[in-house]
């Protein structure tokens, strides 16, 4: 009897072992441009890939050295992250789920193009931050000088930089998903959207060089759940706009009004554009003052990911 109950004791952590999942914890910032982990979590991908997953909304220097320590196992940032990587802390890209930025030129109504805005204001949140750095592209795209042409200014709040829009105390504004909708409730028409202009990497998975060399399989699976989340994204569009009601708290026409705005900036196949990462790699390079040279391979571990997209079929461009 007790050699039989020593077997089945066995069979069972044998089932234990196979079917516990891995608890892992992934940070991402609070706008709707991270949207892919959130999606992933919330319709049972991660879960379908073997993990008992916990995100946590945080960004900036804070995420990037929880990520480091060891506090949190991944992270959905980009921009942060490269400042990271370059002041020496051990982490890597290994994919990108959505390779555009989802900011827009947002202008007062007698403005009906990004070249009436020469002489003009534009609102931002802070200097150095990811609006100002995609408006100046976007304001140099369309052949105007970004440092003479106009002037970039801090606004605060989105709403309240509509406000003063409203005022007349600055002439447009760099908008963000779902902000973005309120402000064309308020009148002012979007007059051009990055994510139709130029690639900027702006979020996907960073994690730790210890995490991809120790457990590169645990990677491909995070990888992998967020491939299904963009997939799924594109595919059900009513499925995606009830995810972000509950992951943001917005009702339904906000939802669907964010839904139309940054669905076609995400991608499907989870690959970093070089011609984007040069972008963000040159504005972050010099707002940090490095002159050194730095590749792709320096920052990105991407092995991984093309081999979660073999697995899954994903075509590559």
């Not at 051990?90 to 009906?112: G, K």
């Amino acid at each position: 009897m007790s050699a039989v109950f020593l077997l089945l004791a066995s069979m069972f952590l044998i089932a234990d072992g196979v079917y516990a999942a891995d608890k892992i914890r992934i940070s991402t910032p609070s706008d709707a441009a991270h949207f892919t982990m959130h999606l992933a979590q919330r319709r049972g991908f991660l879960k379908e890939e073997g993990f008992d997953a916990e995100l946590i909304m945080i960004s900036g220097p804070v995420a990037n050295v929880a990520l480091s320590n060891g506090d949190t196992d991944y992270f959905t940032g980009y921009g942060s992250a490269l400042r990271a990587m370059l002041q020496g802390l051990a982490l890597r890209y290994v994919a990108c789920f959505r390779p555009t930025p989802h900011f827009m030129l947002q202008a007062r109504p007698e403005f009906n193009s990004v070249k009436d805005l020469k002489g003009k204001t534009i609102g931002i949140t802070v200097f150095g931050g990811g609006p100002e750095l995609v408006g100046r592209l976007m304001i140099k795209h369309f052949g105007l000088d970004p440092d003479k042409d106009v002037k970039f200014i801090p606004g605060g709040a989105g709403e309240g930089r509509y406000a003063r829009m409203k005022q007349g105390l600055m002439d447009a504004t760099m908008a963000t998903v779902p902000t973005d909708y309120i402000g064309r409730k308020m009148g002012f028409p979007i007059i051009a959207r990055s994510q139709d202009l130029f690639t900027y990497p702006f979020s996907g998975i960073t994690t730790t060089v210890r995490k991809i060399k120790e457990k590169p399989d645990e990677v491909k699976r995070v990888i992998r759940a967020g491939l299904k989340a963009n997939r799924y994204m594109r595919d059900n569009r009513d499925g995606a706009i009830v995810t972000l009601m509950a992951t943001y708290r917005i009702d339904r026409e906000v939802a669907s009004a964010a839904y139309d705005s940054m669905i076609n900036g995400f991608n499907l196949d989870g690959s970093m554009p070089e011609d984007g990462f040069r972008r963000l790699l040159d504005d972050t390079k010099r707002l940090m003052k490095i002159e050194r040279e730095v590749t792709l391979s320096v920052v990105a571990d991407l092995s991984i990911l093309h081999d979660a997209q073999r697995e899954l079929g994903v075509k590559t461009k």
